[in-house]
């Protein structure tokens, strides 16, 4: 067998490994769909998290766009919305609007928003910061150290995705994909309500 035809044969084998084990994965799936979408989006899922089934506090260091600093400690007894998001995520385009409307309403209750952006250049994040009206804050998290600290609840290629985190700075809810209004809202609304 030549060298050339050992590795194409190699080849095949390690891509169909490869499909076998994410067979039943949908974040795969339209990985491998090929569809140009730039993005893996999230299936919409919504996930509570009880207070006894919460993890420890989420802990993260980063620095803004404005060049401030900001750490998860900054957040202690607030209710902190985490959204992950990128210019170029048509989903992102879809939920700003709401979020920011969201920001507006519950700012004054307490609950602080934050967004995380994973991808873009300064220039581009605060056009489509712009664009959107968005006043509140967003993390340069290119290097994906925040992303990194969020593993066990952010999928890396699951953009968007929203994090609410409660007064102790545990994960509460995620939604994976675009989060609708109505369910963010009533998500802010438990996490508030909680001692």
């Not at 990985?31 to 919504?46: E, L």
């Not at 993890?55 to 607030?78: C, R, Y």
């Amino acid at each position: 067998m030549s060298r050339r035809s050992f590795f194409a044969a190699g080849g095949a084998v390690m891509a169909f490994a490869l499909a076998a084990c994410t067979s039943d994965d949908p974040l795969a799936q339209q990985a491998n769909a090929g569809d140009n979408k730039n993005y893996i989006a999230g299936d919409g899922s919504v996930t509570e998290f009880g207070a006894a089934d919460r993890m420890a506090p989420v802990e993260f260091k980063a620095t803004l766009f404005t060049g401030e600093t900001v750490d998860s400690a900054d957040f202690a007894g607030q209710v902190t919305v985490l959204n992950f998001w990128y210019a170029a995520c048509a989903p992102c385009r879809l939920e700003a609007p709401d979020l920011q409307a969201l920001h507006m309403e519950f700012a004054p209750q307490g609950a602080q928003f934050l967004g995380v952006n994973v991808r873009d250049e300064k220039a581009t994040a605060e056009a489509f910061e712009r664009n959107f009206g968005l006043d509140y804050p967003s993390i340069v998290d290119k290097d994906g150290g925040v992303l990194l600290a969020m593993t066990k609840f952010v999928p890396p290629s699951a953009v968007p995705t929203t994090l609410v985190l409660d007064k102790q700075g545990r994960v509460s809810a995620r939604v994976l994909g675009v989060a609708e209004k109505g369910t963010l809202k009533a998500l802010l609304t438990s996490a508030l309500a909680e001692a």
